[in-house]
């Protein structure tokens, strides 16, 4: 009896090893940079509602046309 709940107890730490492993949150330099990128992706306004060189914002003032 006892070797079996052992053996049960094994695996369970090993899985939940396995889990928290593979469940931590990344640290390197290249995953800061990713994480960055997502979030001003995730703040940015879509593609359609983006305004480019020559593009004028409707309150900004008209300009001269020569």
Do not use: C, K, N, W
């Not at 330099?29 to 997502?38: L, P, V």
């Not at 480019?52 to 309150?59: C, Q």
């Amino acid at each position: 009896m006892i070797p079996f709940l052992l053996v049960i107890v094994v695996i369970v730490v090993v899985g939940v090893s396995v889990l928290a492993y593979r469940g931590r949150p990344e640290s390197s330099i290249e995953s800061g940079i990713r994480a960055f990128r997502r979030e001003m992706r995730a703040l940015a306004p879509p593609p359609e509602h983006r305004r480019g060189p020559d593009d004028h914002h409707p309150d900004s003032p008209p300009q001269d046309v020569e």
